[in-house]
């Protein structure tokens, strides 16, 4: 859980980085650099390290696309608005999560029928000391209205809500590439095997709905995910949609919620 990111260039201008714990893309081009996530707040330097890695050094960092609003996708989001200027885009509906108007994510609560496990609890700790309970609300976040073009590459929303309520994962026609966000993983360190999979029912909002919406990405056209955790997958949309949903996990019961909350115990982790 130390290890410092990786880049992985996957086409003229496209470059996926698997970070300590989360994932990101950089995107460059027509003189200015875009990003799908920005990984955990304490990522920051990380991923204006890969921003040069991928070829944007001393570009605008001017748009950033957003899968989902939680702490380790949206870290340095609003870091990015406040160096950068750049713009948030997220799902109508996932906007009050990004703006952290309400916390649609997992939290120590939630986590505590499962610390036992050793790998649940070293995520945990490594969530906390990146930055997984600091405040990541982005203040101004805009609606994403449909494809747009970012840094010289189309990208296409596809709407997979269940993970959370207006999670989004972004085709790249051009670079023939999907990135799934938490729709689709490839590994994650709280679970043991690696390969296309959900992550464990304990994290979704709705873990029904996130199995029916592996269904939007089946048939995206492209031939390489870039997943919000774990290594990219050279393979078939379809293929990969396949085998995730043989992967899922059963839910893990979570206790009830006390009636003075400590607050601390419910900040969302990631």
């Given at each position: 859980?130390?290890?410092?990111?990786?880049?992985?260039?996957?086409?003229?201008?496209?470059?996926?980085?698997?970070?300590?714990?989360?994932?990101?893309?950089?995107?460059?081009?027509?003189?200015?650099?875009?990003?799908?996530?920005?990984?955990?707040?304490?990522?920051?330097?990380?991923?204006?390290?890969?921003?040069?890695?991928?070829?944007?050094?001393?570009?605008?960092?001017?748009?950033?696309?957003?899968?989902?609003?939680?702490?380790?996708?949206?870290?340095?989001?609003?870091?990015?608005?406040?160096?950068?200027?750049?713009?948030?885009?997220?799902?109508?509906?996932?906007?009050?999560?990004?703006?952290?108007?309400?916390?649609?994510?997992?939290?120590?609560?939630?986590?505590?029928?499962?610390?036992?496990?050793?790998?649940?609890?070293?995520?945990?700790?490594?969530?906390?000391?990146?930055?997984?309970?600091?405040?990541?609300?982005?203040?101004?976040?805009?609606?994403?209205?449909?494809?747009?073009?970012?840094?010289?590459?189309?990208?296409?929303?596809?709407?997979?809500?269940?993970?959370?309520?207006?999670?989004?994962?972004?085709?790249?026609?051009?670079?023939?590439?999907?990135?799934?966000?938490?729709?689709?993983?490839?590994?994650?360190?709280?679970?043991?095997?690696?390969?296309?999979?959900?992550?464990?029912?304990?994290?979704?909002?709705?873990?029904?709905?996130?199995?029916?919406?592996?269904?939007?990405?089946?048939?995206?056209?492209?031939?390489?995910?870039?997943?919000?955790?774990?290594?990219?997958?050279?393979?078939?949309?379809?293929?990969?949609v396949d085998a995730a949903r043989l992967s899922r996990l059963p839910d893990v019961p979570r206790p009830p919620i006390p009636t003075q909350p400590l607050v601390w115990w419910r900040a969302g982790l990631g």
């Amino acid at each position: 859980m130390t290890r410092a990111m990786t880049t992985h260039p996957v086409a003229e201008g496209v470059t996926f980085v698997e970070g300590p714990a989360s994932n990101w893309t950089v995107l460059v081009g027509d003189g200015e650099v875009a990003l799908i996530d920005t990984g955990y707040p304490n990522d920051y330097a990380l991923v204006e390290e890969s921003i040069a890695a991928a070829g944007g050094a001393g570009l605008p960092v001017t748009t950033v696309l957003i899968t989902h609003g939680h702490s380790d996708h949206i870290g340095c989001a609003g870091a990015m608005a406040r160096v950068h200027g750049a713009r948030v885009f997220a799902h109508d509906a996932e906007i009050p999560n990004v703006r952290r108007d309400i916390v649609e994510q997992i939290t120590l609560l939630d986590l505590l029928p499962s610390l036992w496990r050793p790998r649940v609890i070293r995520w945990a700790m490594h969530a906390i000391r990146s930055g997984g309970l600091d405040n990541v609300g982005v203040e101004e976040v805009r609606p994403l209205d449909g494809p747009l073009t970012v840094a010289g590459h189309r990208v296409v929303p596809i709407p997979t809500s269940g993970h959370t309520r207006g999670h989004t994962a972004f085709l790249l026609p051009d670079a023939a590439a999907l990135a799934t966000g938490d729709a689709l993983i490839t590994a994650h360190p709280t679970v043991p095997d690696a390969g296309p999979q959900l992550l464990p029912d304990m994290f979704h909002a709705d873990p029904h709905r996130a199995v029916v919406a592996l269904g939007a990405l089946a048939s995206a056209q492209a031939s390489v995910l870039l997943p919000g955790h774990g290594p990219l997958l050279r393979t078939d949309p379809f293929d990969a949609v396949d085998a995730a949903r043989l992967s899922r996990l059963p839910d893990v019961p979570r206790p009830p919620i006390p009636t003075q909350p400590l607050v601390w115990w419910r900040a969302g982790l990631g």
